[in-house]
């Protein structure tokens, strides 16, 4: 599986972004799709994820201004990021997981400046 995300740049503080992430390959494997982040000299973490059954899951520092999604052949999932806040800078990274593997795409960064 490959993932191709896209979508970051820089914003103001409150504003919006979308970001997408395109998987190819052998999607039949994927069970959960995922977006992380990783802020300069931290860890990276787990901001949203999705099952195929459409179960989600929030970090909470973004629920309520953050949702995620994706569509219904699970070839693309989406981040629409609301509100954002300088602390939401980072290098957002795609992540979708089946079958006991991990795949990762290149991350898109994303800066909210004050």
């Known amino acids: 599986v490959q993932l191709q995300a896209s979508g970051g740049g820089l914003v103001q503080v409150g504003e919006s972004l979308r970001l997408s992430c395109i998987a190819s390959g052998n999607i039949s494997e994927i069970d959960v799709m995922a977006w992380y982040r990783q802020a300069p000299e931290k860890q990276r973490e787990l901001v949203a994820s999705?099952?195929?059954?459409?179960?989600?899951i929030y970090s909470n520092s973004v629920k309520g201004r953050f949702t995620i999604s994706r569509n219904s052949a699970k070839i693309t999932v989406f981040l629409q990021m609301n509100t954002l806040k300088p602390e939401d800078t980072a290098v957002y990274y795609c992540?979708?997981?089946?079958?006991?593997?991990?795949?990762w795409g290149e991350g898109t960064q994303v800066t909210v400046s004050s």
């Open positions: 999705i099952s195929t059954d459409g179960m989600t």
């Open positions: 992540n979708m997981a089946g079958r006991g593997r991990d795949f």
